[in-house]
């Protein structure tokens, strides 16, 4: 997997916030079952693109800034579940991220369920926020409207 941008607009009750991160002049990725990342938080967002039934694991690496020890993380597609929210059933794939080697063992794995229709939208995430230790949330979509984000998109390139 190649990442060439992340689109992200995140709506909160007092505002709306839209950023695009670009990445320019990386080296070309060899491995075919391997990406680089940037910041994690966009973790959530890359992994729409993930090859779901294609792979059975992707290594998540980051882009590094001069640090003496780096951490890996693996994502591994589980299954396909039905996820009951209110209304609606939906049926996902189940993505289980977790870092590599011992310290992997020790920690909790974030879980992740996007739709199996495509644009496989995030529906759930549960698992401890980003950062190791910090305490365990559930998140779950209250509305997915691929139309409108469409609409969005062509309304930034007119």
Known sequence: MTIRSVYMHKKFHDADIIS??????????????????PPIIVLRYLLRGYPFGKKKKVTIGYYQDNRIRSYHMSVKQKRTESVRLKDRVINCFRLECSLEGMVGKFLPKQKYWYSVAPP?????????????????????????????RREQLQGNFD
């Open 120 to 148: 496989h939208y995030l529906v759930r995430f549960k698992g401890p926020g980003w950062i190791p230790g910090s305490p365990s949330r559930t998140i779950e979509i209250a509305d997915y409207n691929a139309a409108s």
């Open 20 to 37: 695009t991160l670009t990445i320019v002049n990386e080296r070309e990725n060899v491995k075919e079952d391997a990406t680089k990342i």
